[in-house]
């Protein structure tokens, strides 16, 4: 979606007329929008307006004034059918301000009177998509400190009349608010002046899709004055805002954009809530998309996450609830523990649980209906539905208190507030009709009995009708005519239609009214006396069910607090619900919540993939964490065998444990965290400039910046966007860093292919391996998913390959060039394996000498097992192969190898002066091509010049490593 303004200047020169003089002063107030401009039936669009409506809409872009030579671009939707077209565009960003007549033309005295009556834009949208929608439509505000680092953050839903404030300090308060953003989802998002340019703003336009503005924040005085005035208080301490200067800032913006909007009076927002980030579990960005909990990673649909795995819901209400628990579940045990036992009671009374899902199923979306009462949007079919929801609270309340006495007791908050509306309920059903209309302003809305003069007026009208259909049988008797019709619509009223045909056969008192092509139209005297008196009779029933509409939904408005408290109750009530049934379904269990450091799971499941798979094709695994003796899980294994699936399931039973949900296992004890951290995946961000490893570093950057020892860190792969020692040395300090206790000591499960790091089990106590099992055949693995301790160093890549369906050719040929590499670890340029480097590796101590024999103290290399004393050869820092060209040597000569040195031992000095850490793979390939060719005995130039000044611990570190490449074994 667009985040930027759209400018739509104002023309130079415009006709002097009164109505463009109206329009230019109304535009000249909102060049940033698009103005819908009411003309009788159509809005129309001018200028540049008009030019950007015919892009978007489609529509033909015409002008008037054409005749007087500055025609004027121009183009109009019917005013009936306008809704579908503003949405379009406010669904592009665009911001549309709706200019309506504001008198009746028939009234006016010169010029129709016009004023703006709304404006539209994603977050202050009362659109019908919208209010059909089931999820949140957020309107958010940002506000950042760049002096203080602070940042207040404020969003509202005008849809349901929620509205939260909170706040961060320090040096991750932007992390924080990013990681807010993801959680809230909000549709526009407006930004201070600090967040430009920052990945607030590029995650916001970028990833969420949200219409993003930049504007200038009141200040905080003025702010405290906006939320006084707006709370009707003196203070601001009642609702814990007082000294949050921050958050008041991004709230008071929150509230003069309803102001501009024109939608302050609606009164939809009647109270505040100010949340500390502290009261939930902290779920930074990354990990809400990585863990998929409202939304897949591959496709960003709900089908595949775990909130539909999660949503039985049957009401609206309930489902947007239930999706605000999932992204911010509770940090407190007391809270879990409240809401686990309501879950609890539920599913173990079957007949309680299945009643209520029928009462709720009832429950229309009752925060937006409230909502479009304050606006004065509601229809009758909303009122309707109100009714039909508080029809099903005394039966809720009886299924509730009519239950065992555990039910009752849990659900005792939620019956507080579920009050009595029967009197409301009454009164909506004895006044509009059951098949009432969509419009309020027509008739056919109130039922008969409700209005004496109502009543009346209806006789009249009724008898006004079967006058005209008896009239038009009378004249056409009369005149003979038997096509004669008498008809009506609003600009001539009632009149006598008779075709070209039969002109000859009109009577003599019959009045031309309009002439057409294929037929004339006709009144009398005697039906233009009953059109007036059924036209009258007709405007003044409509005038009057209109007035009866509005005394129901005022008193609908005056009990707005208690119905928006009973609605979210039933929310509350639904989203309960949804994770009884959940539960009961899918055979989870209830977890037990403690405060020690100890996660322990029997045969925990993965909620979703077990549910994408076959019946009893998921394999349980269990999870053993805690702080003394199992803090890290490394997990090596197989590509496909099912590790990022494990460490992914114990996030995800952690998270729903906090929600206070049951979790898809045999038996839970889960440890309180304060935040869970993912570093999953891989990808890059091409719209910030930042590579895939710079992402996955940002993001590990992140979680050692940010983890406490109460955290939960799940780490599938580190340092793969790079080479190899890179990605392992961070791999390996990053493990370390978690360890230990001095600086973070979170529990913590790192899934891996760099089989290196299984030997950090025998150098750090609470570092554990663990791998998955696999069954070798002739032909085939066969991966067991289960987890077991112990590390393995195989990958199983080629198995991969060939189940993902590369051709037989492709797998049999991997096979062997796997195998010559295990074998002799190089390959030639042809592709064949150049083989062992003959007589170097008959002795498999030979380099661990060499290693171990390197002095120190002087320029001599000790080679206990082959001669008793090599001198070096002078100055390292003067002759680069001081050690190895001359001490080497004679080891060889004592060996009887000198004719394998005068060949190799140039090989050995140019791969030892190579820096492995700064070779592009280009360069790696020319070299291994110079390489080939001074082993051949050619004469060949290096591809780049050698280092100079090496020390003598490089050249042990650089002799080391290649004994490890076992080049010459």
């Known amino acids: 979606m667009p985040s930027e ?12 007329t009164p109505m463009m003089r109206q329009y230019m002063a109304i535009k000249s107030d909102y060049q940033d929008s698009i103005l819908f401009y009411r003309l009788g039936d159509f809005y129309e669009m001018f200028f540049e307006d008009a030019r950007i409506a015919a892009r978007e809409l489609e529509l033909t872009l015409t002008s008037r004034n054409k005749s007087e030579g500055e025609p004027i671009p121009l183009a109009g939707v019917p005013y009936h059918s306008a809704e579908s077209y503003i949405s379009r565009l406010v669904s592009r960003g665009y911001k549309v301000v709706i200019c309506e007549q504001v008198e009746d033309p028939r009234q006016a005295k010169g010029l129709v009177r016009r004023e703006v009556v709304r404006i539209v834009t994603p977050g202050t949208s009362l659109l019908t998509d919208t209010m059909v929608r089931p999820e949140n439509n957020f309107l958010m505000t940002v506000f950042m400190d760049s002096r203080s680092r602070g940042a207040g953050i404020s969003y509202a839903d005008i849809t349901t009349g929620e509205f939260y ?14 990681a807010e953003l993801i959680r809230i989802k909000p549709s526009e998002v407006i930004l201070s002046e600090a967040c430009r340019g920052t990945q607030l703003h590029t995650v916001a336009r970028d990833t969420l899709n949200a219409s993003v503005r930049i504007q200038d924040f009141s200040d905080t005085h003025e702010a405290r004055e906006i939320l006084q005035d707006f709370l009707g208080v003196l203070s601001l301490a009642g609702y814990d805002l007082k000294g949050r200067d921050h958050a008041c800032q991004a709230a008071a913006a929150i509230l003069q954009i309803l102001d501009s909007h024109r939608l302050a009076d609606s009164h939809v927002l009647d109270r505040i809530t100010y949340y500390e980030p502290g009261d939930s579990m902290h779920l930074d960005a990354a990990t809400i998309m990585n863990l998929e909990i409202l939304e897949t990673l591959s496709d960003k649909q709900k089908r595949g996450s775990l909130l539909w795995i999660m949503d039985r819901t049957k009401t609206a209400m309930g489902a947007r609830m239930l999706r605000s628990w999932l992204v911010k579940p509770m940090a407190r045990r007391d809270d879990i523990l409240r809401r686990q036992s309501m879950v609890d009671a539920l599913t173990r009374d079957f007949a309680s649980r299945e009643d209520l899902g029928i009462e709720l199923d009832k429950v229309y979306d009752m925060e937006r209906i409230l909502s479009k009462a304050s606006f004065g949007s509601v229809n009758p079919r909303d009122m309707l539905q109100l009714r039909a929801s508080l029809s099903a609270i005394p039966e809720i309340r009886r299924i509730l208190t009519g239950s065992h006495l555990e039910l009752k007791s849990s659900f005792a908050p939620i019956l507080d507030v579920m009050g009595d509306f029967s009197e409301l309920e009454e009164c909506i059903g004895k006044t509009i009709r059951e098949d009432a209309p969509v419009t309020v302003r027509e008739g056919g809305m109130i039922l008969h009995g409700c209005s004496h003069e109502l009543d009346e007026l209806k006789s009249i009208a009724s008898g006004g009708r079967e006058f005209l259909a008896n009239y038009e049988f009378s004249e056409r008797e009369k005149s003979g005519i038997k096509s004669l019709k008498v008809r009506y619509n609003r600009v001539f009223g009632y009149y006598i239609e008779i075709t070209r045909s039969n002109l000859d056969s009109v009577p003599e008192h019959y009045i031309r009214k309009q002439t057409l092509a294929n037929c004339e139209r006709y009144y009398t005297e005697e039906l233009k006396e009953k059109e007036s008196l059924i036209l009258g009779a007709d405007d003044k029933i409509n005038i009057l069910e209109y007035e009866l509409f509005r005394g129901i939904v005022e008193t609908v408005i005056s009990r707005a607090s208690d119905l928006r408290q009973a609605a979210r109750a039933l929310a509350e009530l639904d989203s309960l619900c949804s994770m009884a049934v959940v539960a009961v379904d899918n055979g989870w269990v209830m977890p037990q919540i403690f405060q020690d450091g100890c996660l322990r799971v029997r045969d925990g499941r993965h909620p979703v993939v077990e549910k994408m798979l076959e019946c009893g094709d998921f394999v349980p695994n269990d999870i053993d964490l805690d702080l003394e003796g199992r803090q890290i899980m490394i997990i090596t294994g197989p590509n496909m065998a099912g590790k990022s699936t494990y460490i992914r399931q114990t996030a995800l039973i952690t998270l729903l444990a906090h929600v206070g949900s049951f979790v898809p296992a045999a038996e839970a004890r889960i440890d309180l965290v304060d935040r869970i951290f993912t570093r999953v995946g891989a990808s890059d961000n091409l719209a910030s400039g930042l590579s895939t490893f710079m992402v996955e570093m940002l993001e590990t950057a992140n979680i050692l910046n940010s983890a406490t020892s109460r955290s939960l860190v799940i780490l599938d792969e580190i340092g793969r966007g790079t080479s190899t020692f890179d990605g392992i040395s961070i ?4 493990t370390e860093f978690l360890h230990s206790q001095a600086t973070i000591g979170a529990k913590t499960m790192f899934a891996t292919h760099y089989h290196e790091l299984t030997e950090m089990e025998k150098l750090l106590p609470r570092v554990k391996n663990y791998n998955v099992a696999v069954t070798e055949g002739a032909d085939k693995v066969t991966f067991l998913r289960k ?9 199983y890549g080629i198995e991969v390959a060939r189940m993902a369906g590369l051709p037989q050719s492709v797998i049999d040929r991997a096979k062997e060039i796997l195998l010559d590499l295990e074998e002799a670890n190089t390959l030639d340029m042809g592709g064949a394996v150049a083989g062992k480097v003959a007589g170097i590796g ?19 290399l000790r080679i206990d097992s082959f001669v008793a004393d090599a001198s070096g050869a002078g ?4 002759c680069e192969y001081g050690i190895a060209g001359s001490a080497v040597s ?11 040195f005068e060949t190799a031992m140039p090989v050995l000095e140019e791969l030892l002066n190579m820096d492995l850490m700064k070779t592009s793979p280009i360069q790696a390939l020319n070299f291994l091509f110079f390489l080939q060719r001074k082993v051949m005995g050619e004469d060949v130039p290096p591809p780049f010049p050698p280092r100079k000044g090496r020390s ?8 080391t490593e290649l004994m490890n490449l076992k080049l010459f074994q």
């Open 875 to 878: 100055e390292y820092d003067s």
């Open 842 to 860: 008959d002795d498999p101590q030979f380099f661990q000498s060499c290693v171990e024999g390197i002095d120190s103290e002087s320029d001599s």
């Open 787 to 795: 987890i077991i301790p112990g590390g393995t160093d195989k990958s």
């Open 890 to 900: 004679e080891i060889a000569v004592s060996q009887g190898q000198l004719h394998l």
């Open 165 to 178: 404030a909170t706040e961060f300090s320090g040096a991750g308060a932007s992390v924080d608010v990013l």
């Open 952 to 959: 003598r611990t490089k050249f042990r570190e650089n002799l």
């Open 5 to 16: 303004v759209h400018i739509t200047p104002l023309p130079e020169s415009i006709p002097d």
């Open 731 to 734: 791999a390996w300090a990053v």
